[in-house]
């Protein structure tokens, strides 16, 4: 499981999760950011990318979408 921000230094949350896919593509994929109207749905997909939670997120969303991700 790999929870990233979206905005960060360096490089976002989409380039970070992409290098993190060719390391371990078999890891489960989130991505938390403030901004979720400049991140492209398209974008999600194609780097499997399962879940996009909006900041601030709801404690009991995030435990769901966790559960459903890593089949609990």
Known sequence: MIISDHKMPGM???EFL???AVRR???VRFLITGWTAEV???DLEALGIR???AKPWDDA???AALRS???R
């Open 40 to 42: 492209p749905t398209r």
């Open 69 to 71: 991700a890593l089949g």
């Open 51 to 53: 879940a996009l939670l």
């Open 18 to 20: 992409a290098l993190a």
């Open 61 to 63: 969303e995030l435990k």
């Open 12 to 14: 976002n949350g989409l």
């Open 25 to 27: 593509p078999q890891a």
